[in-house]
């Protein structure tokens, strides 16, 4: 086979290498140019996180508005602090919304849902939310039933 | 007694001696990278045979690997009737784990193999020794473009076994077992981070891609040169590069998606 044609078969495989990479990372990977534009962040504060884990979603409606970025513990109030990245254009959520943890399906991963509130002013960047539900605790809610309490 | 006490302490002696001489012809060959002029050409006709022909055994095992990944995750997972994370568990699998050791040990049964025979052979009839002799330098001119192929050809492989996989997973899970399209494709694209996972499983597959073709062209380099030697050099560039594989992966794997 002449050099020629060796060339172009090779070419032809590095160029399907790339489409491979394209592949992986716009339809497996889901990364999209718009996916990680302007974010600002909100802090929420929960006695308990329960499986919650960073680049869990958070979502409003159903609908994911953004990421959790990390989890750290205050040590001043011994609570989980959790920072979540917020997409720029979702800029009105009133300042007294709820940030709940909640488990998509029975087995599945856990999330954040913010349960709109009423207010007129809306949370700015690097505000924290100011009524939070922690994660629900199967275990936890049995043994309180169990006892009475 | 005393014999087999010396035949194995020759023996470990022998291991190192052999690491040994296997850096410094890795330093060689990487040490003395042909002029581009030259060495451009020699490098396509290598890609050509290292990595366009393993395409096919490539993308027939990517194919029926993320088939069989989608029946048996199908069957697992419909237990708990969460079928719908079928195209999570294909690709994460996959990109994370199946694409780049399978296609590594792939890599070394069908190119690995051959670099090892026809380096050995060259060995044997003594078309080394002729270069040098022409004052040629057999390690920039035969060995440093089957290296460098195989470190190139590996990753492309790799990426192209993960999509026929996750292709083949949803021919499966979605065309045959009825799973929902959108959510095959969500779930996946909800689960699997660009660098976490797809850039990891990249620099995997290049790591194994190096290992496997330096294995490959030493083994050839230094087998004995009659024709048994040629033929446990081959059966050793299998061997070793297969554990190597699995080894490092085990490394890689603790150090990428271990969490501490």
Same mark, same amino acid.
């Given at each position: 086979?002449? @050099? ?25 990977? %889901?990364?999209?140019? @718009? ?9 929420? *504060?929960? *006695? ?39 997409? @720029? ?20 991963? @856990? ?5 709109? %509130? ?18 629900? *605790? ?5 043994? *309180? ?5 | ?23 410094? /012809? ?13 060495? !451009? ?23 029926? $690997? =993320? ?5 048996? =995750? ?5 237990? !708990?009737?969460?079928?719908?994370? $079928? ?47 022409? =004052? ?11 290296? +460098? ?11 192209? !076994? ?13 065309? +045959?077992? &009825? ?5 095959? +494709? ?23 891609? /190096?290992?496997?073709? +330096? ?13 048994? &030697? ?26 990428? /998606?271990?969490?501490?």
């Amino acid at each position: 086979m002449g @050099q020629r044609t060796t060339e172009i078969i090779v070419g032809l495989f590095m160029l399907a290498g790339l489409a491979a990479l394209l592949f992986l990372a716009l339809q497996v990977s %889901g990364l999209s140019p @718009q996916s990680s534009g302007d974010r600002y962040t909100l802090y929420a *504060n929960f *006695n308990d996180t329960g499986g919650l884990a960073p680049r869990g979603k958070v979502s409003m409606a159903g609908v994911t508005i953004g990421t959790i970025e990390s989890i750290t513990l205050d040590k001043e109030t011994f609570q989980a602090r959790v920072a979540m990245s917020i997409q @720029q254009d979702v800029d009105n959520i009133p300042s007294d919304s709820a940030a709940v943890i909640r488990t998509s399906g029975i087995l599945g991963e @856990q999330y954040i849902d913010i349960s709109i %509130g009423g207010d007129l002013e809306s949370l700015k960047a690097g505000d924290a939310f100011y009524s939070t539900q922690s994660a629900m *605790n199967l275990e936890r809610m049995i043994s *309180n039933f169990a006892s009475g309490r | 007694m005393m014999d087999r006490i010396a035949a194995f302490g020759r023996v470990g002696i022998e291991t190192i001696a052999s690491f040994g001489r296997a850096s410094q /012809f890795l330093a060689g060959v990487v040490g003395g990278v042909p002029k581009p002029s030259v060495g !451009f050409p020699l490098l396509i006709r290598q890609l050509y045979a290292v990595g366009v022909l393993s395409l096919a055994i490539v993308v027939v095992s990517g194919l029926f $690997i =993320g088939m069989v990944l989608g029946l048996q =995750g199908y069957t697992i997972l419909s237990d !708990f009737g969460s079928e719908a994370a $079928i195209g999570q568990m294909i690709a994460l699998t996959l990109v994370r784990e199946l694409a780049p050791v399978v296609t590594a040990l792939l890599f070394a049964g069908r190119a690995g193999s051959a670099l090892t025979a026809e380096i050995g052979l060259m060995k044997a009839t003594e078309q080394l020794s002729s270069m040098e002799m022409m =004052g040629v330098d057999p390690l920039r001119r035969v060995i440093a473009p089957r290296l +460098w192929a195989g470190f190139l050809a590996m990753p492309v492989l790799a990426m192209i !076994f993960s999509v026929v996989g996750v292709i083949g997973g949803m021919l499966v899970g979605v065309e +045959w077992l &009825g799973v929902f399209e959108g959510s095959y +494709w969500g779930n996946m694209q909800a689960s699997v981070d660009f660098v976490d996972d797809v850039v990891n499983g990249i620099i995997k597959s290049v790591v194994f891609g /190096f290992v496997c073709a +330096w294995i490959a062209v030493y083994q050839g380099y230094d087998c004995v040169p009659t024709s048994a &030697g040629i033929s446990s050099a081959t059966t050793k560039t299998v061997v070793y590069s297969s554990l190597a594989v699995l080894g490092l992966d085990f490394v890689l794997t603790a150090v990428m /998606f271990g969490n501490f």
